[in-house]
Nanobody
């Protein structure tokens, strides 16, 4: 199983970025696909998820109204569209996958079996 995250970069506050996570070795639709992020000196935190087998999506309160997660099962890819970015969004963004996750563990990074390598998002003020 491999998850390849891409799309990070440097953007000014108020700008937008789109991240992609391409999965191989799994049937994408059978996995809950999520994004986490980790800023220097901080713990890894949940950002967004799209539930396995269905369209349900979940967002952290800090990104609601600004971020959107979606998936394209035909391309085995999950996307994170980030709008109205602020310096607080600066972090290394990781995609993660799990086929056995229960809903109550959605936001717990240690419950995910597979991880991408991370892509850096830097928002300047």
């Amino acid at each position: 199983v491999q998850l390849q995250a891409s799309g990070g970069g440097l953007v000014q506050a108020g700008g937008s970025l789109s991240l992609s996570c391409a999965a191989s070795g799994i049937t994408n639709s059978r996995y809950t696909m999520s994004w986490f992020r980790q800023a220097p000196g901080k713990e890894r935190e949940f950002v967004a998820a799209v539930w396995r087998g269905g369209p349900n999506t979940y967002l952290a309160d800090s990104v609601k109204g600004r971020f959107t997660i979606s998936r394209d099962n035909a391309k085995s890819t999950v996307y994170l569209r980030m709008n109205s970015l602020t310096p607080d969004d600066t972090a290394l963004y990781y995609c993660a996958a799990s086929s056995t996750l229960i809903l109550s563990s959605l936001r717990t990074w240690s419950m995910y079996a597979y991880w991408g390598q991370g892509t850096q998002v830097t928002v300047s003020s």
